[in-house]
């Protein structure tokens, strides 16, 4: 399934930048908004595109830790904020939720990503978002509404219930702002609600919405966003639908566990050289490890966040050799044809392989 657009730019480790925190705000019971303060030196560096992220890098209990987190708010705003939900398990989501304040310093860095909506023409955009997935729907929707006068977007948003739904007021702000052009579709698995259905986005919810409450619109576009089994239903329903593939967008905050079935076929090493920050590095590694992992274990300061093929932090463009992805969720097959690869996904297939991290 592809994205919408290659808007992925360059950014390596020293592009981290420390920013204040200017608020948290809380927005269930279970997820906080963080806003960054930006300082005017910064603020072309911290410019972004609705339905971009920023990667967070933080040091808890003694061990660094980086997460991608999508923005929700709109460019328009002059804001940078991310919501972040407490996982259950989870490390960073948990001391985000529960120790980080105003005041408080973060090392961000600069907003990436292509699961983006860039104003052009008039629009009609259908989104369905659950749980975290809303975030960068958020910024989508404000976007595309605030863009021209005529503009129509839907969204159907599932939670367990209306007091677990992220910026719940915020839609429903939306919704009184824009009482004509905005229509949320309310699914609750855990909540019974005179504007919602009950249970979770499934086929149905989508026929529903499709077929009965909006028969007579024709979008332009469909932003998906929540685990991958919905993204994966949400998009076949779609394409059953007769909609065209390039006008679904994805993007996802979960994934599940892939076995290595590239590895298991690899033997000998490789000789890679990188290229970062216009600097050459080289290093003999095993055919059966993955480029990024070997390239962090050579202290090369490599440009990474999910390091699960999620998102596009550590896209490289291949220029010498031959490499394959263990998954790859991101890449459409003409990027993969144009030489770029996700080098946390990466096993080198051939003795040399040269990567460049600064061509993309």
Known sequence: MPNAYFCSKFVSMSDFHALKIAAVDQLTPNSVALTFEIPVNLTSTFSFTAGQYITLKHEVDGKELRRAYSISSPPSSGKLTVGIKKMEGGTF??????????GDIIEVMPPQGRF???????????????????TPIMSIAQTVLESHRKNIFVLVFGNQS?????????????????????????????????????????????????????????????????????????????????????????????????????????????????????????????????????????NIDAPYSCQGGVCSTCIARIKEGKAEMVRNQILTDGEIKEGFILSCQAHPLTPKLILDYDDV
């Open 116 to 134: 983006v909506y860039k104003p052009s023409k008039r629009s009609k955009i259908a989104a369905f978002a659950a749980g975290s997935g809303i």
């Open 93 to 102: 989501s948990v001391y985000a939720n529960e120790k980080l304040k105003t």
């Open 162 to 298: 209306a007091e677990e739904t992220m910026y719940f007021k915020d839609i429903q702000t939306l919704k009184e702002q824009y009482k004509d052009r905005f229509f949320v579709q309310y699914v609750y698995s855990r909540g019974i609600a005179a504007d919602a259905l009950f249970g979770r986005i499934d086929t149905s919810t989508v026929n529903f919405v499709l077929k009965n409450k909006f028969k007579n619109t024709k979008f332009d576009g469909y932003y998906l966003c929540g685990p991958e089994e919905m993204i994966h239903m949400v998009s076949d329903t779609l394409k059953n639908n007769k909609i065209s593939e390039d006008k679904i967008h994805f993007e996802l905050f979960t994934t599940t566990d892939t076995e290595d079935e590239v590895a298991e076929g690899l033997e000998g090493k490789t000789q890679v050289e990188i290229i970062l920050d216009n600097e050459h590095h080289t290093f003999v590694m095993d055919k059966k490890e993955l480029v990024l992992d070997v390239a962090l274990k050579e």
